[in-house]
């Protein structure tokens, strides 16, 4: 994505010249006045300068500097490397420019916009070298005020103060004084695309059925995803799917899930023991996967963790198997942190959010993500199956923390 400002001595002199060297698909992001400094500059006539956006054309390769980082707009994908960084921009196809155009920049046009927006401290000169530390003064300033921003808009998406000061530190670092805003908002858009990290979904056993495991506090939703993620594999996908569930404690969640079994028309199975799930997984080998859900507890309740971590180790070494923490993006950020904490200490796990249509705050995807180093597989907003539920997309989460529109 290519972001210009054009200076004319009217609003439409410089969209013009803005479409003369982009072309006609340009999108106009802000229009200001622009005062003349220094001697004589009321003799001078103000200009209109106005700040446009174009759509870059796709599989354009993009070498990344260190100072300089191209603008991502959604649905690119980055890859790094230890020494020569390369970001793969790689759009989906579209019906027409305009639809890609109408879909502009979202977060990213919000923020610059808020920044340029600001009125700009204008002070008088009486000598050129006055004029020259004004400009430099104003470029800091500039740099400063956005730091505030990027910082406070964070805070108020709840992302913790220590990730928020990691973030703005990272981005103090490579920033000059002269560097225009897009630039940076830019590379703290595609570092914290980074932070998150591509998600990690389901994938196949190389042999035999994957057993897939999915735990948490009680409450946020690990029946009803199962159903969701469940209907996915077996519906769109085809593939042979079982439902177990380990939750003998409450009968109408074990109730719930046979009833999306049936609708489903997938075999179903509620486990006591071990040697029983040993057993079903043996008569449903010829599967493809086998989703368990299991009673959600207290993470404090460490006889109940152990006892089900009991039911994890059980399966047999020879069978792949994941473990999936579902938790809700409602749930306080340090009861998150304890939550992660506990279910560490028996098995490494992937990260499923619910209940992300009854908040306004994503930043708890990122703290969660950055605390225990596991992957984001899967998001809810919603109660209905199978829809309510996608891929985690770190595009789209980093574009609403950064203050962007919500997206439903």
Known sequence: MIIKKFQGK???????????????????????????????????????????????????ILPVKKDVVKSLPENKTVSSEKSDQVVRISQPDESSNDNVLEKKLDSLQNLIEKQLQKDEPQKKATESNAVKKE????????????????????????????????????????????????????????KMILKFEQPEGITPAQKGPKVVFFVGPTGVGKTTTIAKIASRYSVEQKKKVALFTMDTYRIAAAEQLRTYANILNVPFS????????????????????????????????????????????????????????????????????????????????????????????????????????????????????????EDFNPQKTVKMLLGGNRIS
């Open 10 to 60: 009217t609003e439409n002199d410089a969209i013009e010249a803005a479409k003369k060297e982009l072309g006609n698909g340009v999108v106009v992001m802000n229009v200001k006045e622009v005062k003349k400094k220094g001697f004589f500059s009321f003799l001078k006539s103000k200009s209109i300068e106005v700040t446009v956006a174009l759509e870059e054309e796709p599989d354009r």
């Open 135 to 190: 400009e430099k003064d104003e470029d800091e300033n500039s740099n400063v005020r956005f730091l505030k921003l990027l910082y406070n808009t964070m805070l108020e998406n709840e992302i913790a103060e220590t990730y928020a000061n990691q973030i703005i530190d990272e981005l103090d670092s490579v920033i000059k004084p002269n560097m225009p805003i897009d630039f940076m908002l830019s590379n703290v858009y595609q």
């Open 270 to 389: 509620i486990i006591y023991t071990t040697e029983e799930m040993q057993k079903e997984i043996e008569k449903y080998k010829d599967y493809d996967y086998i989703f368990m859900d299991t009673a959600g507890h207290s993470h404090h309740n460490e006889k109940q963790r152990d006892a089900m971590n009991e039911f994890i180790m059980a399966v047999d070494a020879s069978i792949e198997k994941e473990v999936y923490l579902v938790v809700s993006a409602t749930t306080k950020y340090k009861d998150l942190l304890s939550i992660a904490d506990a279910y560490a200490t028996m098995t490494q796990f992937k990260l499923i959010f619910t209940k992300l249509d009854e908040t306004t705050c994503l930043g708890n995807l990122l703290n969660l993500k950055l605390h225990t180093g596991a992957r984001l597989s899967y998001v809810t907003c919603g109660q209905n199956v199978p829809d309510d539920m």
